[in-house]
């Protein structure tokens, strides 16, 4: 099988991606630019870095975490299993688990739209001043926001930001996306729902910035960057999905639990 390796850049991740390089190339497999089996070493930062950089190639790619940190949501091999795991790619003891991703659609003033992926979240804020934007979903108008920031994120992406920000966790398996609001200011003039927005498939919410300040827009790990000529940033359940190969199971709320109540049991 082709493989591939992402490492956190840490001298303990790179010296677990070499031995696991040595005992997959040992047993057959062979490292390539286009992987069917995407290693990540590291954290969860990790393998939002491994996915952005196989986003290409999402159908044919299946993910696979070794945490080289405390236990992560998308890292769940240990680095004392390399054995273990080399074994099972070999005899392909995997299955495939889809988990949905957000997709941004970009407008830009002069007509032009770009698209993004995120495997967690997409983040609109303004650190300068307040942002002010209206919500619509599915055309309708809903309410204009004013406030920090906007995160939207996907299911696996539920406990990051946006359970920081009060919203729900959300099982992988329904595929939807939710808006959680960042310091909404409520007056006379403003007035946002002020709780979690779940949405499901098909139904798209647009963002529209009010005034032509800057704003961030940040996609997972990737770094914030400032727009100033966008019109409207829409956001929906997307079409592709992220593939993860299940070797064993570890159901997603014992993950929660062990990631956040406690360890083990
Ligand atoms: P980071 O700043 O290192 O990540 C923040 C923390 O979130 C890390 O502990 C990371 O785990 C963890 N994390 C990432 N994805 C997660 C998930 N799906 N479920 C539970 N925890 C998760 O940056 P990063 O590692 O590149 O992660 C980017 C993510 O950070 C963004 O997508 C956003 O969700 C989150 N974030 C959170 C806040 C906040 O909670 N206030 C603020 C900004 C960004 P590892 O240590 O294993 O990498
Ligand atoms: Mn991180």
């Known amino acids: 099988m082709q493989f591939a390796i992402v490492s956190r850049g840490d001298t303990r991740s790179?010296?677990?991606?070499?031995?696991l390089t040595e005992k997959l190339q040992a047993a057959g497999h062979t490292l390539s630019e286009e992987p069917r089996i995407v290693?990540?070493?590291g954290g969860d930062g990790t393998m939002l870095q491994a996915f952005h950089k196989y986003i290409d190639r999402l159908d044919e790619t299946l993910l696979v975490g070794i945490h080289t940190g405390h236990l992560g949501f998308y890292a769940d091999w240990q680095p004392d299993e390399l054995d273990e795991l080399t074994e099972m790619i070999t005899s392909e003891s995997f299955e495939p688990v889809s988990y949905p991703l957000v997709e941004v659609l970009i407008d830009y003033e002069n007509g032009e739209t770009d698209r993004r992926l995120a495997m967690n979240d997409c983040t609109i804020k303004n650190y300068k001043r307040t942002l002010v934007c209206d919500l619509?979903?599915?055309d309708d108008y809903f309410e204009t926001f004013r406030g920090d920031g906007l995160c939207i994120s996907t299911?696996?992406?539920?406990?990051?930001?946006?359970?920081?920000l009060g919203g729900a966790i959300v099982h992988p398996s329904i595929e939807a996306i939710q808006v959680t609001e960042m310091a909404s200011i409520n007056n006379l003039v403003y007035r946002t729902i002020g709780a979690p927005l779940l949405l499901p498939k098909h139904h798209q919410v647009k963002i529209k910035p009010h005034t032509k300040t800057e704003f961030e827009l940040a996609f997972d790990h990737q770094e914030a960057l400032s727009w100033s000529d966008v019109v409207s940033i829409r956001c929906a359940v997307a079409k592709e999905k992220v593939t993860f190969a299940r070797f064993r199971p570890f159901p997603f709320w014992r993950r929660v639990r062990e990631s956040f109540i406690e360890e083990g049991k």
């Open 155 to 164: 299911p696996s992406g539920s406990t990051a930001y946006n359970k920081a």
């Open 136 to 138: 619509s979903i599915r």
């Open 39 to 41: 290693v990540s070493v």
């Open 14 to 19: 790179a010296e677990i991606a070499q031995e």
